[in-house]
């Protein structure tokens, strides 16, 4: 019985042994391996009818029917990963139900909720019994507060009739509610419209604007490498459309305005038609970039809908301008013609040239490596001929053109890690992931099912090296069940990237100066952390973009400050460092007595600074210290009659020349409009510390400084006096906008080889440039935050012309 026993048990072991090694074959070419399948639910929206005319009005009886398409979740951009948590958005079956549905899946503990919304699929232009594959649910995360967003495609062409208060829906959550527990991830987390008491928005920003929110379709979410997030959609209809953009401001916890790529109604503006827009917006590479097919409103050619691969990226970290196409030269914005940034044609790899017969819609897709690769993939169909072909252009970087190939099998989706491309689709309704060097079309399997369940399709997300694949099963009614597929893509996690963006490089600034230390940082993962280091030791920490620290350094001496972001593996990079030189700002001893009640303005700024002796570039700023004989009690009543918001000042009082200053005034200089300023304060020392420091705002001369009075004991006695300026000319150069959103434009009209410098409200030095002509153009972003700034431009002779801008 024994030896029995053991033989039957070595017999299981072995046929186990093999069942394994066979499921190991069937799902996993090398390294790539399917983690997890996850049942989501079997009650998604299907719809199970007729495929019926957009004029048709009966409901059916038997079924649900459509105009467009059958499946409607998964669809659209219903998926994304935030941490260890997995979002994914549907709509619940059956026909009568149709609540919107977001459930949320733990990949640490295997838990799973759903939240379910009490607004419904609204179905063909309101007609609910009529199916509506476009009304998609687009989902997305702030990595910066935690907050869920979900965008709805309406197709609303209109705000009137069923859509008169539904033209636009958005819903959003409180902070934070993105990883809550599973208890508490509950409606309640979310914000409802305070118009309607429900959670549909008509509106991003708070105010409904029918005529800025109306008319969006195809909602997309996507992040930058700082973790921002911005929501892309089309504006406009299927046959004059723009592709618009929009990001949030997880510290204000506000949206802005929503930004066209490309023009409206440009059959008027030189086009031959009016064309929309069929793509999609992504950060990749560091850039914003879009990819694109065009659908012209033509009707007599042989494109039944779109036509064309087109791709161009903006050099304006916000995308507000700048914009290229592939071979890096400038294109209008908002882009008129579309040949600005054509690719290439798919209508030239099929033989039909009769009307109607080319159809280019599905299938289109494009990424670009680390270093710069590009590669799209596009499908063309011959109708006249029954030909379909899959296309994959790409172009390797530094290369002056595409290449572009029919040998290739198809895919549904692109991903990039590091210069590896991935091409992941279904292959006989099971899953494929294809791998190419970038720059290449040297395409190999890393991963095919050939056992388990099969789906009729699915949408890719991929993050932290791994693929999820929300994926639709089979059924035969109106409702259908769901899966999520997690397959390990086997990707060596890189070190994160990592760079110091301020301070500036060998700034000098005085003792108790406050500085914002601010680092880029990104990962192909996720960045868990950036340690910022002052002199090689550890000073403070940031887990969320932007990511920024202040520092205020109280003793002289030379300082090095870098910054060391780690991913979630623990893997670290070091920031380059910059240097901050910290040190005594030299002062002039100017002795006077209590008796002469001195006007220390006057003292300060009489006479001609055009030397500069006076005044320092670096922002305007000077300090002076003045030796009253003795210690004296001191009282102030006001400073400068008229000074305008930009000029700020420090009043500082001590019993010895150089140390041990006490503000007894820290005027910022931010009142909106010229106005007395008044300070009243009390105090003891000998030694009176002057700063005055910023700029202003003027129209020509600058503006004189007419009374600074100090009051010491015993004494009531004041006198005034006029300071002498550089004149400075602002009748040459030019700022616009301004204010400004985004991207501003100095124009320096016929000045040639100038200077420009570029000053920020703490008499920073942001911004310079050196034998500048004719025009620059800039953008807020890392380096121009909203604020205030001096513009400052020197010619060859000498004389300096002065702009204020005002970023919001």
Same mark, same amino acid.
């Given at each position: 019985?024994k030896?029995?026993?053991?033989?039957?048990?070595?017999?299981?072991?072995?046929?186990?042994?093999?069942?394994?090694?066979?499921?190991?074959?069937?799902?996993?070419?090398?390294?790539?391996?399917?983690?997890?399948e996850?049942?989501?639910?079997?009650?998604?929206?299907?719809?199970?009818?007729?495929?019926?005319s957009?004029n048709?009005t009966?409901?059916?009886?038997?079924?649900?029917?459509?105009?467009?398409?059958?499946?409607?979740t998964?669809h659209?951009?219903?998926?994304?990963?935030?941490?260890?948590?997995?979002?994914?958005?549907?709509?619940?079956?059956?026909?009568t139900?149709?609540?919107?549905?977001?459930?949320?899946?733990?990949?640490q503990?295997?838990?799973?909720?759903?939240?379910?919304?009490?607004?419904?699929?609204?179905?063909?232009?309101?007609?609910?019994?009529?199916g509506?594959?476009?009304?998609?649910?687009?989902?997305g995360?702030?990595?910066?507060?935690?907050t869920?967003?979900?965008?709805?495609?309406?197709?609303?062409?209109?705000?009137s009739?069923?859509?008169?208060?539904?033209?636009?829906?958005?819903?959003?959550?409180?902070?934070?509610?993105?990883?809550?527990?599973?208890?508490?991830?509950?409606?309640?987390? /979310?914000?409802?419209?305070?118009? @309607? #008491?429900?959670? =549909?928005?008509?509106?991003?920003? *708070? &105010?409904?604007? %029918?005529?800025?929110?109306?008319?969006?379709?195809?909602?997309?979410?996507?992040?930058?490498d700082?973790?921002?997030?911005f929501?892309?959609?089309?504006?406009?209809?299927?046959?004059?459309?723009?592709?618009?953009?929009?990001?949030?401001?997880?510290?204000?916890?506000?949206?802005?305005?929503?930004?066209?790529?490309?023009?409206?109604?440009?059959?008027?503006?030189?086009?031959?038609?009016?064309?929309?827009?069929?793509?999609?917006?992504?950060?990749?590479?560091?850039?914003?970039?879009?990819? /694109?097919?065009?659908?012209?409103? @033509? #009707?007599?050619? =042989?494109?039944?809908?779109?036509? *064309? &691969?087109?791709? %161009?990226?903006?050099?304006?970290?916000?995308?507000?301008?700048q914009w290229?196409?592939?071979?890096?030269q400038?294109?209008?914005?908002?882009?008129?013609?579309?040949?600005?940034a054509?690719?290439?044609?798919?209508?030239d790899?099929?033989?039909?040239?009769?009307?109607?017969?080319?159809y280019?819609?599905?299938?289109?897709?494009?990424?670009?490596?680390?270093?710069?690769?590009?590669?799209?993939?596009?499908?063309?169909?011959?109708?006249?001929?029954?030909?379909?072909?899959?296309?994959h252009?790409?172009?390797?970087?530094?290369?002056?053109?595409?290449?572009?190939?029919?040998?290739?099998? *198809?895919?549904?989706?692109?991903?990039?890690?590091?210069?590896?491309?991935?091409?992941?689709g279904?292959?006989g309704?099971?899953?494929?992931?294809?791998?190419?060097?970038?720059?290449?079309n040297?395409?190999t399997n890393?991963?095919?099912?050939?056992?388990?369940?099969?789906?009729?399709k699915?949408?890719?997300?991929?993050?932290?090296?791994?693929?999820?694949?929300?994926?639709?099963?089979n059924?035969?009614?109106?409702?259908?069940?769901?899966?999520?597929?997690?397959?390990?893509?086997?990707?060596?996690?890189?070190?994160?990237?990592?760079?110091?963006t301020?301070?500036?490089?060998?700034?000098?600034?005085e003792p108790g100066?406050?500085?914002?230390?601010?680092?880029?940082?990104?990962?192909?993962?996720?960045?868990?952390?950036?340690?910022?280091r002052?002199?090689?030791?550890?000073?403070?920490?940031?887990?969320?973009?932007?990511?920024?620290?202040?520092?205020t350094?109280?003793?002289?001496?030379?300082?090095?400050?870098?910054?060391?972001?780690?991913d979630?593996?623990g893997?670290?990079?070091?920031?380059?460092?910059?240097?901050?030189?910290?040190?005594?700002?030299?002062?002039?001893?100017?002795?006077?007595?209590?008796?002469?009640?001195?006007?220390?303005?006057?003292?300060l700024l009489?006479?001609?600074?055009?030397?500069?002796?006076?005044?320092?570039?670096?922002?305007?700023?000077?300090?002076?210290?003045?030796?009253?004989?003795?210690?004296?009690?001191?009282?102030?009543?006001?400073?400068?009659?008229?000074?305008?918001r930009?000029?700020?000042?420090?009043?500082?009082?001590s019993?010895?020349a150089?140390?041990?200053?006490?503000?007894?005034?820290?005027?910022?200089g931010?009142?909106?409009?010229?106005?007395?300023?008044?300070?009243?304060?009390?105090?003891?020392?000998?030694?009176?510390?002057?700063?005055v420091?910023?700029?202003?705002?003027?129209?020509?001369?600058w503006?004189?400084?007419?009374?600074?009075?100090?009051?010491?004991s015993?004494?009531?006695?004041?006198?005034?006096?006029?300071?002498?300026?550089i004149?400075?000319?602002?009748?040459?150069?030019?700022?616009?906008?301004?204010?400004?959103?985004?991207?501003?434009?100095?124009?320096?009209?016929?000045?040639?080889?100038?200077?420009?410098?570029?000053y920020?409200?703490?008499?920073?030095?942001?911004?310079?440039?050196?034998?500048?002509?004719?025009?620059?153009?800039?953008?807020?972003g890392?380096?121009?935050?909203?604020?205030?700034?001096?513009?400052?431009?020197?010619?060859q002779?000498?004389?300096?012309?002065?702009?204020?801008?005002?970023?919001?």
């Amino acid at each position: 019985m024994k030896n029995n026993f053991f033989t039957q048990f070595s017999k299981v072991c072995q046929i186990l042994i093999g069942l394994m090694s066979l499921l190991i074959s069937n799902v996993s070419m090398g390294q790539v391996t399917l983690e997890n399948e996850v049942s989501i639910t079997n009650q998604a929206l299907y719809f199970d009818g007729n495929k019926v005319s957009i004029n048709h009005t009966a409901n059916s009886t038997t079924g649900y029917d459509y105009v467009y398409g059958s499946a409607l979740t998964p669809h659209g951009d219903c998926i994304k990963t935030y941490k260890h948590y997995v979002f994914m958005t549907w709509y619940k079956g059956g026909k009568t139900e149709r609540y919107v549905m977001l459930t949320r899946y733990n990949t640490q503990t295997g838990s799973m909720k759903t939240i379910q919304f009490p607004h419904q699929h609204t179905g063909y232009n309101g007609k609910w019994w009529l199916g509506e594959t476009h009304n998609t649910i687009a989902v997305g995360i702030s990595p910066i507060n935690g907050t869920i967003h979900l965008a709805y495609d309406m197709h609303a062409y209109s705000n009137s009739g069923s859509f008169v208060n539904d033209y636009f829906r958005y819903s959003y959550s409180v902070p934070n509610a993105a990883e809550v527990s599973d208890t508490e991830f509950t409606l309640s987390k /979310f914000v409802k419209d305070p118009a @309607d #008491g429900d959670y =549909k928005h008509c509106t991003m920003d *708070g &105010v409904r604007d %029918a005529s800025h929110y109306s008319k969006f379709t195809y909602p997309k979410f996507f992040l930058n490498d700082q973790g921002d997030l911005f929501l892309t959609m089309r504006k406009g209809t299927s046959h004059d459309g723009a592709q618009a953009f929009i990001k949030y401001d997880a510290s204000q916890q506000k949206w802005g305005r929503f930004k066209t790529f490309n023009a409206l109604g440009t059959g008027s503006k030189g086009e031959t038609h009016n064309w929309s827009i069929y793509g999609s917006m992504k950060y990749v590479d560091g850039k914003m970039r879009i990819g /694109f097919q065009r659908r012209l409103k @033509d #009707g007599t050619d =042989k494109y039944k809908y779109q036509n *064309g &691969v087109y791709y %161009a990226y903006s050099d304006d970290p916000t995308g507000a301008s700048q914009w290229k196409n592939h071979k890096g030269q400038s294109i209008t914005f908002p882009l008129v013609k579309a040949e600005e940034a054509i690719v290439y044609e798919p209508g030239d790899y099929v033989q039909t040239v009769a009307r109607n017969m080319v159809y280019i819609v599905s299938g289109f897709d494009w990424t670009v490596t680390d270093r710069g690769d590009v590669h799209i993939i596009s499908k063309v169909r011959d109708d006249e001929n029954n030909v379909t072909k899959y296309i994959h252009s790409y172009k390797p970087a530094g290369a002056s053109n595409f290449t572009v190939t029919t040998n290739f099998n *198809g895919a549904d989706a692109l991903y990039t890690s590091g210069n590896d491309v991935y091409m992941i689709g279904l292959s006989g309704g099971r899953v494929f992931v294809d791998k190419l060097e970038g720059g290449t079309n040297n395409i190999t399997n890393v991963y095919k099912a050939t056992s388990g369940m099969t789906f009729t399709k699915g949408i890719v997300h991929i993050n932290d090296g791994k693929l999820y694949y929300y994926l639709k099963g089979n059924d035969s009614d109106d409702t259908h069940p769901t899966y999520l597929q997690i397959i390990d893509l086997d990707i060596q996690n890189a070190p994160p990237v990592v760079s110091m963006t301020a301070p500036s490089n060998n700034l000098t600034v005085e003792p108790g100066t406050t500085l914002t230390l601010t680092a880029n940082a990104s990962d192909d993962q996720a960045v868990s952390k950036v340690n910022f280091r002052v002199n090689n030791a550890f000073y403070k920490q940031d887990k969320t973009a932007p990511y920024s620290v202040t520092w205020t350094p109280t003793s002289t001496g030379t300082y090095t400050i870098d910054a060391v972001a780690y991913d979630e593996d623990g893997q670290s990079t070091i920031a380059s460092s910059v240097t901050v030189n910290v040190q005594s700002v030299n002062v002039t001893i100017e002795s006077v007595t209590a008796e002469q009640s001195p006007n220390l303005a006057t003292n300060l700024l009489d006479g001609d600074v055009s030397d500069d002796s006076r005044w320092s570039a670096e922002g305007f700023s000077k300090t002076v210290v003045f030796d009253l004989g003795s210690t004296q009690n001191i009282t102030g009543t006001k400073m400068w009659t008229y000074l305008d918001r930009a000029y700020q000042y420090r009043i500082r009082v001590s019993n010895s020349a150089s140390t041990g200053f006490n503000t007894v005034v820290d005027q910022t200089g931010n009142t909106s409009t010229a106005q007395p300023l008044t300070d009243n304060f009390n105090a003891t020392g000998r030694y009176v510390k002057l700063i005055v420091e910023g700029a202003h705002n003027y129209t020509g001369d600058w503006v004189s400084i007419n009374e600074f009075e100090i009051l010491t004991s015993g004494s009531s006695s004041s006198r005034q006096g006029n300071a002498s300026f550089i004149e400075n000319k602002t009748s040459v150069v030019t700022v616009y906008p301004n204010p400004s959103n985004g991207a501003f434009t100095i124009d320096l009209g016929d000045i040639e080889n100038a200077d420009l410098l570029i000053y920020n409200m703490n008499g920073q030095k942001v911004y310079q440039g050196s034998n500048v002509t004719q025009q620059v153009q800039l953008s807020k972003g890392t380096t121009f935050d909203a604020g205030i700034y001096l513009i400052k431009v020197i010619d060859q002779e000498g004389n300096h012309y002065d702009k204020k801008l005002m970023i919001k």
